[in-house]
């Protein structure tokens, strides 16, 4: 079986500042790692994703990743927010089909 | 490339009464998914089919819902009767075979069951 935690339900950060979500997964082997935004009434896309390699994964919207096996964590990690990096933010574990975490709201303040 | 297509995007119904939602997704997909997206709350796996054949219905309250993908293309799926709880946006997706699980999401149908 695999599962997430995503443990912040919410996160407040001032516009410039840095943003660090976190990921926890449970799965047997290598998992396939995904980051996934939603944005008001829209539908979910894709930021990011780990297969293998590289334990450090570069996405769109200048958001990355970072792969530690050893604390089964995969966070996404932004140096500089903007306004428009408000939304929901789901991590997911494959590659059982995809298994979502609870999201994490992130709220932009100016 | 077309991406993953679903209607309606809206329904309001009364409870006991059905619904069903359509799902085209993108050529040459094999994996077809329907997710239930809860207001708050992550996606959560309703059932998962390879070409025409169910792969995984675990999670999907078979005493009210059903979903099917005839022909290995398109899928439906259906909710009879509805309860309140079921008010959700569903989610299709799709993946084609042999891929590294990247799955692509349709825009989803927004449930209301007043």
């Known amino acids: 079986a695999q599962s997430v935690t995503q443990p912040d339900i919410h996160i407040t950060v001032s516009e410039g500042a840095s943003l660090e979500l976190r990921c926890n997964y449970s799965?047997?082997?290598?998992?396939?790692l995904f980051w996934y935004v939603q944005s008001p009434g829209q539908g979910l896309q894709l930021l990011l994703k780990?297969?293998?390699?590289?334990?450090l994964v570069q996405g769109i919207k200048g958001f990355e990743a970072e792969f530690k096996r050893s604390q089964s964590s995969f966070n996404l990690r932004k140096p500089s927010v903007h306004w428009s990096d408000a939304a929901e933010y789901f991590c997911a574990v494959g590659p059982l089909g995809l298994t979502f975490g609870g999201g994490t709201r992130v709220l932009v303040k100016p | 490339e077309a991406g993953v297509a679903q209607s309606p995007r809206y329904k309001i119904i009364e409870k006991r009464q059905s619904v069903a939602f359509w799902c085209n997704p993108i050529s040459g997909h094999a994996t077809l998914y329907w997710y239930q997206q809860i207001l708050g709350q992550g996606p959560k796996l309703l059932i998962q089919?390879?070409?025409?054949?169910?792969?995984?219905d675990s999670q999907l309250p078979k005493d009210r819902f059903s979903a099917e993908r005839l022909k290995g293309v398109d899928s439906t799926l259906k909710i009879q009767p509805a309860k309140l709880e079921d008010s959700a946006v569903y989610l299709c997706?799709?993946?084609?075979?042999?891929?590294?699980?990247?799955?692509?999401f349709g825009e989803g149908s927004r449930l209301t069951v007043l």
């Open positions: 780990y297969f293998s390699g590289d334990t």
């Open positions: 089919f390879q070409n025409n054949g169910v792969v995984d």
């Open positions: 997706a799709s993946t084609s075979s042999g891929s590294t699980g990247e799955l692509f």
């Open positions: 799965y047997g082997a290598t998992p396939y």
